[in-house]
């Protein structure tokens, strides 16, 4: 490769990978309305409303996200995440003019049809840019997408619903308007500056592996083993990291009686800090553990288990204590979601397979995320929010426990997936 490809090479990647960067990030801004509608007064929805609400949008991201996979394998990953992200923000809009529950539900359900199309295709799309030297580290900073992403999404809803700048005859409403705009400019976007594959830049593929006219699908996804582990686990991963995402503001303020403005400051702690967590988790993989995934998930979860356990004495010791321990809690989840979900899946399958893997496994996790908000009203209501912690301890420890049953286990020692290999001179500050 001479140095003007070099010199494309690396323009590609770059360009892939913020566009991808800021398009998930994008997604997050329609996705966080429903958290803004538990903190707003002049909504004042009822946890049972805001609980039907997140478990349709948690429905439907379940379905958009197998259909996603499949769609990314066999379309592309840019032509999914630009449906995907056009969907959302349209159904985020028509929110403006949805006056009704059941005309919200609808929306919401659009609304996740959407949103699921996200994930699968764009972390699809970078693994057909980055090898798998280069992809565990690539995939820990792309992780800031959706942690930061989701911090400046709650800030951004917020100051749309309350400012009198932006059309005051719409109320708490607004915070549908401009985030859906974003997100429809940042999809555009996002088609415009990437490609598919290096091939489609006219630049050479990362490897001659995954080539072959094998023909792939469902059954090979779901018959391997690896893929099946990370599934259920993710199934109780995902559902205390929502339900800590979404209900954090609520327990600090009922419980812990801080005002609505000190407990969303401080419940946004745990995404803030979560970034720390996926590159935090990938450093020591990669480190101190010969790129082994699985051991540094079970410690990151039994770590989380015993922060479920003591956050409520924690709590009552202070602003201090408390900041500091939601924000390790985001640390000790974010991690294991970052290197497992992304890193480790992408590692056990073929690139050919990567969306639906991707998919599946996300998909799995997203039937606990929809269930997580009625298992919190319900053990809140009859059990009282300290006693949800107990909850979570048992969900990270059954989500720890999946883990160290594969502590010894390394997926860089296959060869089935695609990127070993870099076009000499492609490596960049990544590698």
Same mark, same amino acid.
Do not use: C, E, F
């Given at each position: 490769?001479?140095?003007?490809?070099?010199? *494309?090479?690396?323009?590609? *990647?770059?360009s892939v990978f913020s566009s991808s960067w800021l398009l998930y990030a994008g997604y997050y801004l329609c *996705?966080?309305?429903?958290?803004?509608?538990?903190?707003?007064?002049?909504?004042?929805p009822s946890l049972g409303e805001v609980a039907n609400l997140l478990f349709a949008f948690g429905l439907a991201y379940t379905i958009g996200q197998f259909l996603a996979g499949t769609l990314a394998d066999i379309k592309g990953a840019r032509i999914t995440a630009l449906i995907g992200g056009?969907?959302?923000?349209?159904?985020?809009?028509?929110?403006?003019?949805?006056?009704t529950h059941r005309s919200l539900l609808i929306l919401q359900m659009?609304?996740?049809l959407g949103q699921g199309c996200g994930f699968p295709s764009l972390a699809k799309l970078l693994s057909s840019w980055f090898g798998r030297r280069e992809r565990s580290t690539v995939l820990a900073w792309w992780s800031a997408s959706y942690s930061l992403g989701g911090v400046v999404a709650t800030g951004l809803a917020a100051w749309c619903a309350t400012t009198p700048l932006l059309f005051p005859t719409l109320g708490w409403k607004r915070s549908y308007l401009l985030p859906s705009v974003l997100l429809a400019a940042l999809t555009v976007y996002f088609y415009i500056t990437t490609r598919d594959e290096p091939e489609d830049a006219d630049l050479p593929p990362l490897s001659l592996e995954d080539k072959s006219p094998t023909k792939t699908g469902w059954r090979n996804v779901l018959r391997r083993p690896e893929i099946q582990n990370i599934a259920v686990m993710y199934f109780f991963l995902k559902m205390t990291r929502y339900a800590l995402l979404f209900w954090l503001p609520l327990y600090l303020v009922q419980t812990v009686h801080y005002s609505d403005v000190l407990a969303g400051s401080t419940s946004s702690l745990f995404e803030i800090f979560g970034f720390v967590g996926a590159v935090l988790a990938t450093y020591l993989s990669n480190k101190y553990f010969q790129a082994r995934r699985y051991p540094v998930a079970a410690i990151m979860l039994f770590a989380l288990g015993f922060m479920s356990l003591m956050e409520p004495l924690v709590s009552t010791l202070g602003w201090w204590a408390s900041a500091t321990s939601i924000s390790l809690m985001g640390i000790l989840i974010y991690g294991p979601d970052a290197l497992i979900v992304s890193t480790a899946v992408l590692e056990s399958v073929p690139h050919r397979e990567a969306g639906r893997a991707l998919a599946f496994v996300n998909g799995v996790g997203s039937i606990g995320q929809m269930f997580s908000p009625y298992l919190v009203t319900r053990f809140a209501h009859h059990y009282g929010w300290d006693n949800l912690f107990n909850l979570l301890l048992i969900t990270s420890l059954i989500s720890a426990g999946i883990m160290a049953r594969k502590w010894n286990q390394s997926n860089l020692g296959s060869d089935s997936s695609r990127g070993n290999a870099l076009p000499t001179g492609a490596e960049n500050e990544f590698a």
């Open positions: 490769m001479d140095l003007k490809q070099q010199a *494309r090479y690396s323009h590609w *990647r770059n *996705r966080k309305d429903v958290k803004i509608l538990q903190m707003l007064p002049g909504a004042d056009l969907v959302s923000a349209a159904s985020t809009a028509a929110m403006v003019v949805g006056h659009l609304n996740g």
